[in-house]
């Protein structure tokens, strides 16, 4: 895999997933609303597409030449934009490959299949997008971090959950790009959803075996592996 298409490829974890393909010789593009803004915040070597996620052209455009989707988007906490944005985006990639077999990775939250709470719009878009992935039969890795950088600057050890824990806690942002990177490059990963966490203990080395002790997600069933079935309060 050469070039990756970064849907969100200026945010705060887009922008670390592209200067890590770079580091390993991929070809990071990254589509932004702000080519000039991209440019200035962005590593040299990175690919800058023009466009709105919206605008069906502007992501076909982006997607030639492309060997994978990374998913990173987001739109502001409480702006309204979760439809279109959070979930759009998915939909919105899935028609533009019009039938190509590109592997995707979609970061998604955890806290999806939770009930109430003040984000719940937002995780309930989020988690549309991911069922929507889920059922396109494409290959997918679904990526559901913590919170970000909430005190867990010291913690060392990637470590991959299911069951969407939200209860567990924090996740640096580092450590969320390289799980997305991982699951991009390591065949097992494919099919699976993960929750990651920053914990205390070593540093995560073996990718492949970490991804294949998380279950794979049902064929057919729109939830992740180890999503309690029904409502779960927040
Ligand atoms: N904060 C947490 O603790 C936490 C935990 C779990 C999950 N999350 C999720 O993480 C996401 C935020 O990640 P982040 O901090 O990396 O993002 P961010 O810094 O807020 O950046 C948002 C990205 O989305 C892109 N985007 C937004 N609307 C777009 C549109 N209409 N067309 C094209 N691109 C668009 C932006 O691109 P341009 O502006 O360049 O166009 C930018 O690259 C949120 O969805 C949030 O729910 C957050």
Not at 6 to 21: D, Y
Not at 73 to 101: I, M
Not at 127 to 141: F, Q
């Amino acid at each position: 895999m050469e070039r990756v298409l970064i849907i969100g490829g200026t945010g705060s974890i887009g922008r670390l997933v592209a200067a890590r393909l770079l580091e390993l010789g991929r070809l990071p593009r990254v589509l932004t609303r702000d080519p000039a803004r991209a440019r200035r915040s962005l590593s040299e070597g990175v690919e800058v597409a023009a466009g709105d996620l919206a605008d069906p052209a502007a992501v076909r455009a982006a997607l030639a030449g492309a060997d994978a989707v990374v998913m990173t988007h987001g739109a502001p906490y409480g702006s309204g934009d979760h439809a279109a944005v959070d979930y759009g985006a998915v939909p919105a990639v899935l028609d533009a490959l019009d039938g190509q077999r590109l592997p995707i990775v979609l970061m998604s939250s955890i806290g999806v299949t939770a009930t109430g709470g003040q984000a719940r719009e937002l995780l309930e878009w989020k988690r549309r997008g991911e069922r929507l992935l889920r059922a396109s039969g494409l290959p997918y890795t679904i990526v559901r971090p913590g919170w970000f950088d909430a005190g867990s600057s010291s913690h060392q050890r990637v470590d991959l959950c299911q069951g969407d824990r939200i209860e567990y806690g924090p996740v640096r942002r580092e450590h969320v790009a390289e799980t997305i990177v991982q699951a991009l490059l390591t065949p097992s990963a494919s099919g699976r959803t993960v929750e990651v966490f920053s914990a205390d203990g070593p540093a995560l080395t073996d990718w492949p075996g970490a991804f294949l002790a998380a279950e794979a997600d049902r064929p057919g069933d729109l939830d992740g592996a180890r999503d309690r079935p029904g409502p779960r309060p927040r």
